[in-house]
């Protein structure tokens, strides 16, 4: 009986210890042109901090641990860059998007 309370104990708190990794990617490109846009920064959605910026040819990455390994896998991240239109968007875990921003034309 000692035996198995302490197998279960041992597996409880390896499963709760654990973390979960989450990881997405994707590309930031102009909605007209189609050509990538740099220099875009990524906050989460419940964060306020910067968590990353496009590199020269649009690209991202994140990858973060979560705190349980069955936990919550979407990601809410909020796209801008100056003189484009900001967009939010959702990532399940292990996702790539094409993301599209629009430019803001100046009315004259």
Same mark, same amino acid.
């Given at each position: 009986?000692?035996? /198995?309370?302490? =197998?279960? #104990?041992?597996?409880?708190?390896?499963? &709760?210890?654990?973390?979960?990794?989450?990881? =997405?990617?994707?590309?930031?490109?102009?909605?007209?042109?189609?050509?990538? =846009?740099?220099? &875009?920064?990524? &906050?989460?959605?419940?964060?306020?901090? =910067?968590?990353? /910026?496009?590199?020269?040819? $649009?690209?991202?990455?994140? $990858?973060?641990?979560?705190?349980?390994?069955? $936990?919550?896998?979407?990601?809410? &991240?909020?796209? #801008?860059?100056?003189?484009?239109? #900001?967009?939010?968007?959702?990532?399940?875990?292990?996702?790539? /998007?094409?993301?599209?921003?629009?430019?803001?034309?100046?009315?004259?």
């Amino acid at each position: 009986m000692y035996f /198995k309370f302490l =197998i279960l #104990s041992a597996l409880f708190f390896l499963l &709760v210890s654990c973390d979960g990794f989450q990881e =997405i990617e994707g590309v930031v490109v102009d909605s007209e042109t189609k050509q990538p =846009i740099s220099n &875009v920064e990524l &906050v989460q959605i419940n964060g306020e901090k =910067i968590i990353n /910026k496009t590199d020269d040819n $649009g690209y991202f990455n994140i $990858g973060q641990i979560k705190g349980f390994a069955f $936990g919550d896998k979407e990601m809410t &991240v909020v796209f #801008s860059r100056e003189n484009y239109t #900001s967009d939010t968007i959702t990532f399940i875990n292990n996702e790539s /998007k094409l993301i599209k921003l629009e430019k803001i034309v100046e009315k004259q």
